[in-house]
């Protein structure tokens, strides 16, 4: 258990920037998760914290400890591969065994080890298989076993579960959560994945091209995104340029492109965004927020139904908004499948109408 | 501030320059065994008692004594030649093994390779005992018929052809079975539903499905002709270039061989660069692993007893020149002179082997100097293809090229080469004098099938996962711990396999020896032909079956050990 500190960390390519400014504090016991589309620096700033590739700038701290460019071997991680690196000329046993024979751990008690760890990833008794003879989700839990069977300060975890199927993914998804809390040990995980980064996670830092979108708990990337990225990326909101009409009290009141207007609170909105007559910003808005009008008119968004399906639990609209497309989603609605190509009218809840600022 | 305080701690291996100090002794070899005695033969070409001159290039492209220029003109078309002829036989026997069943085939497709595992001074040696003016086939059809002359006999470019074609047809048969069975049927099914006959479907759909492998293999077997010296040896076939740079230096003239093999490293170099042009733009369109080929039952009753018969000639065919060289081992020196076969049989030569110190000294020496060259390629070839495939670093390419490079030097090249750079003291001698030592010939065979070993190597670290060693270092293992029970364990089978062909190669190795062996490193081959041009064709021939003895077991292993190795790879 440690805190894990990245100060002003850089990671450069070449001319490239991999990496820009990683700056935060992962607390001790933290299920910490890097989120971001392909190639936007997880595994690379995952990297440097395990010691493969060091900082162009900035340090990296094991609480007091820097580590910026301490060789791997000497930082008491574990590591799991996002395609496991198992290795295979070695059992079962032996792959998770190796960690404790480079501590110099006692033959018995390595033998001891092993057996308790396999039977918490649930494959007790594997030790003499080999690695070729087990499942993909066998394997993956074999890497959980050998990263954790040296108790490590800090558990690093890259895309653990892009190799298995839904199901698998979700049971072992859970079991890592399970293992992380029994064990306390400070977990750093990468995914591009945002409902799995949800469902684990203490904390998200949400990436895009190399820099930090937003750093905050499940909860507040959800409900308070920072910028139109977070929000769209977590929320799956729709994004709508504005111009404030009227700002007053708590309440503030935007006029969309297309003419209609919509009023929300003042609070409900990212930090920084300002209030002055005439000023433009965006509206962000999540589908299941937004409701059939059913005849009222304050609030009213129309537009083009462009497609509607149902889903059991929800039915699911796209609709064609003065060329934005607007996504809402209905609880116990059934969707009528005349209503493609008709004209609709939706209403937004005022406390649900969020403001992020507008774009230069 | 902060990145100036970050690059000063960092630890020694992890800076830019670091890499290059390792790969130091790599580049010191590559430079001095490889770029250097190249850079000589050039140099010695335009240089005539230390001045420039363009004399020996004139002299190579003079048009009165047109010596260079025919020899050359002959390589040539002999190497075309035997592209025709090895094409022929090997896609025709790759069509008839893939796409027919027949009793025999199994047995057939067993010994298709044995080509491959007979060195080549010994083999040409056997041709020439089987099928010469005085060869068993040619006076027993005599000796059959009653007839007053031999019927037929291999000679001269006839000769170079016909052990060209038996001994590389497998460059064209290996590549283009395999592309035959992984090809997709239903591509021939689907244009024959469009409406083509047979021969179109063959023209029109099989035959370019083949194109890439039997280019490929054109190239190869061309590459390969040019630089063929051994059998326009036995022929007699003395215009060709490889000949004429051996009897350059026989002649004393070490600047016109030179020249010579300047001219024909280029020859070699160019057609390296066109191969590798030609795999780099190579489309692998079709890919799909679709219906395996289906083999065509043969049933009429007569063509499978033709067939049987036929199966059983090839074999036959296959394994005479070693059945020869075999039976000849028995036979005693000097008693076989016009009959059609040895009338005297002894064990003698096969105890001289073990016993005669004498006898004894060539294995020996082989063996050293062929242990000694593959230690130093399995060295030089692990650090290279780990630093080359694992990390990214400036001039990667071109290392990874200068290592190939003597694939395509003929061995004629690679012998005049280094006695060009080595009959002066340098600084990569350590400032000796190696020709003329015992050293000259291990160097010759290090260089030789150092591209063999790397490439081994090397493909067994590509296919090898690289976070596994990322892996090992998370978990507390030291780099040098890691490398000896992760990273080497990975690519043990790789190594081995590779060591085990460079070594192969160095036991029947022959024409960079025959330019520079001293009578104190004199090896087999050597030793073969010497023996054999002194009649005394038993003892040659004992040497010539522990040749093809060690040849055969090391093979067996090496393919124990690669379907092994491939078997337990995830
Ligand atoms: N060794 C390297 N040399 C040059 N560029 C690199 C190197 N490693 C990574 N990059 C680049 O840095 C960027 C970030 O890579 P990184 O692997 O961290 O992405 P990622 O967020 O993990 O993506 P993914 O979800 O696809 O794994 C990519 O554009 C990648 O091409
Ligand atoms: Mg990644």
Known sequence: ?360 | MNNRSASRRLPISSRPWFIYVVLLPVFFVLLGYVVYPLISIFKDGFFVDGHFSLDLYRRFFNTTSMTNLEATWNSFYISVLSVITCGIVGVGMAFLLESFEFPGRRMLKAFAVIPMALPSLIGAFSFDFLYGESGIIPRGLKVLFGLPQVPFYLDGIAGVLMMHTFTMYTYFYLPVSAALRNADTSLEEAANGLGCNKWQVFWRVRLPMLTPSIVAASMLVFMISMASYTAPLIYGVDRTLTMQIVISRTNGDLAMASCQSTILALISISFLVLMRIYESRRSYASVSKGTPVHRKEVKNKAARVVAIVASFAAVLFLMLPILTIILISFSVNGKWTTQVLPTQYTIQYYIDLFSNPKILAPIRNSLIMSSAATIGNVIFGVIAAYFISRRRFRGRGVVDKLIMLPWSLPGTVVGISLIAAFNVPTVFSFGQVFVGTFFILPIAYFVRHLPLVYRSTYASFAQTDGSCEEAARGLGAGWLYTFGKIVLPMVAGGIASGAILGFVQGIGEFVASILLYTPSSMPISVAINNQMYSFRFGTACAYGTLQIVLVAVLLLISEKIKGDSTASAI
């Not at chain 1, 400014?21 to 933290?30: L, M, Q, T």
């Not at chain 1, 496991?84 to 480079?102: C, D, Q, R, S």
């Not at chain 1, 003042?266 to 965004?273: I, M």
């Not at chain 1, 996504?327 to 008709?342: L, Y």
Request: aromatic letters at 8%; one cysteine or more.
């Open chain 1, 1 to 360: 258990m440690a805190d894990v500190i990245l100060d002003h960390v850089k990671k450069t390519f070449g001319k490239f920037t991999a990496v820009a400014d990683a700056d935060f504090h992962i607390r001790s016991g933290e299920f910490f998760t890097l989120l971001g589309p392909s190639g936007c620096g997880k595994t690379t700033t995952l990297r440097m914290i395990a010691g493969f590739s060091f900082p162009s700038s900035g340090e990296i701290r094991f609480d007091d400890w820097n580590v910026t460019t301490l060789s791997p071997d000497k930082r008491d991680i574990g590591m799991v591969f996002q395609n496991y690196a198992l290795f295979p000329h070695l059992t079962i046993g032996e792959n998770v065994a190796f960690g404790l024979k480079t501590r110099k751990v006692p033959k018995d008690e390595q033998k001891r080890r092993v057996a308790a760890a396999l039977e918490k990833v649930h494959l007790g008794g594997y030790e003499n298989r080999k690695v070729q003879e087990i499942s993909g989700g066998q394997q993956q839990r074999v890497a959980l076993a050998r990263a954790l069977v040296i108790e490590p300060t800090i558990l690093l975890l890259d895309e653990p579960l892009s190799n298995l199927d839904a199901k698998l993914r979700d049971d072992t998804r859970s079991e890592i959560k399970r293992l992380q809390r029994e064990m306390g040990i400070t977990t750093i995980y990468v995914t591009h994945d945002q409902a799995e980064a949800m469902a684990v996670s203490d904390r998200i830092l949400i990436m895009k091209n190399g820099v930090t979108q937003q750093l905050g708990t499940p909860y507040e990337v959800y409900y308070r995104p920072e910028n139109r990225f977070v929000a769209e990326f977590i929320g799956k909101h729709t994004v709508l340029p504005a111009v404030i009409e009227r700002a007053e009290g708590e309440l503030c009141t935007v006029r969309l492109q297309e003419g209609s207007r919509l009023t929300g609170f003042k609070k409900h909105a990212a930090s920084g965004v300002t209030y002055k007559e005439g000023e433009t910003l965006l509206v962000a808005l999540r589908p299941e927020c937004i409701e059939p009008a059913a005849g009222r008119e304050d609030n009213l968004l129309r537009g083009q139904v462009i497609h509607a399906e149902f889903t059991g639990m929800s039915a699911n609209y796209l609709l064609d908004v003065a060329g934005t497309v607007l996504k809402a989603t209905f609880v116990n609605h059934m969707p009528d499948p005349k209503s493609i190509g008709q004209s609709y009218g939706v209403h937004v809840p005022r406390e649900r109408v969020y403001f992020l600022k507008g774009e230069a």
